[in-house]
């Protein structure tokens, strides 16, 4: 739109100056011929009486006639065997400066143009020649004068009302042309919003009755999007085939690491429920990965952090577990278990770690909200922080676990776009953990 308004405003100056100029140049050189013609006129009206002018010329424009209307006529002898003057009715008695012919030559037709300030001010083009009246050699000079000022405020005139309507027909011309950009993009405008319906899971598909221009576009992106959805499916039945091939051999080594007991025994139970927790991780990341930017599902928030804050409390007796909420009731764009479980994790943390005190607060940020969990523990070390978040890392052997909770959180966040960061709590002194995740549209 910007360009085309650009190149209509260029479009209807450069119009409007040509026409103007070509105006200007027609008015003015069909002036100079209406002077011309005005001349041989009053020309062919004057002759010699006993060696006076005499004559009535007569150019038939009326403004001849009127005082100091700007346009006039003279006629004066050259040498001194002519006598006597003649003046149109609207010179009277006045005098028009003559410049010199070595200023102002005359042409091959014996004629020169010139121009002059009348007695009433106004600039007056001038056209001039001598002629020869007898046989005697008297000559006369001849002038006709014509009001420039009157002709220049015509062409002015005229180039007001060019420009007005050319800006009337330019401003009409862009409205227009930006009526129809806008009306032919708002099938795209509607493309657009149901894409993100889709994407929010609201809808499944594009609706294709739009015009024949977009229609090819919509079918395609509905079998892209039957394309993604049989992918997930696909993904999803192979995650569930593969729980169900490693469910059994596990359970196997589990069963006989209790029938082995021993030291033996419990190191091979540790592994197989790290074998366990290690085979739910990826699992979980296949499963978001395949529903990751086909559907995206939706889970109310406080709810959820709610019965999070109530069990961490009852598991954890001796602990102050409070749940701040600073912000209305907020929509995960994702699903209710998987922010169950990263928030689970962080909470598990604080409770293991945590003294007396553990603070799980929820905050609105720039594109998304803030899930916080603080304690009052010892905290971590800057070098600590991404040993913390590699998998299988344990900072502290002497506290049951795996090893693997702040890794599910690290990776399931990422998987949704969000971000986790770890630092010292300001208010508990221990350690904060802050969740960034993405908000649902409405």
Known sequence: MTLSTLWTIVSFVAIATIISALYGDARLQSFK????????????????NDGTLAGRPDPGEVRYSSPLSGWYWSVDPVGDNLKGSLRSISLGDK??????????????SFQRSYTETGPNGQQLSVVETEVVLDAENRVARFRVMGNLSEVEGEIADFRHTLYFYLGIFGLGGTLINAAVILVGLRPLDRVRRTLADIREGKVSRLNENLPDEIAPLAREMNALIENNRRIMDRSRTQVGNLAHSLKTPLSVLVNESRTIGGTEGRLIAEQSAAMQMQVQHYLQRARIAAQRDSVVFRAPVTPILARLAR????????KDVRFDNHMEDVIFAGEEEDLEEMVGNLLENAGK???????LALAKVE????????DDGSGLASEQIKDAITRGKRLDESKPGTGLGLSIVHDTVREYGGTLRLERS???????ARLTLPIAGN
């Open 33 to 48: 011929q209406l002077l011309s013609a005005h001349l041989f006129s009053v020309i062919a009206s004057v002759s010699v």
């Open 95 to 108: 005098a028009i400066d003559s410049p010199s012919t070595l200023l102002v030559p005359f042409d091959t």
């Open 311 to 318: 069990v961490t409390a009852k598991l954890n007796p001796d």
């Open 353 to 359: 770690w945590g003294k007396s005190i553990i603070r």
């Open 367 to 374: 594109n998304g909200f803030e899930i916080s969990v603080d």
């Open 426 to 432: 300001v208010d508990l002194g221990g350690l904060s």
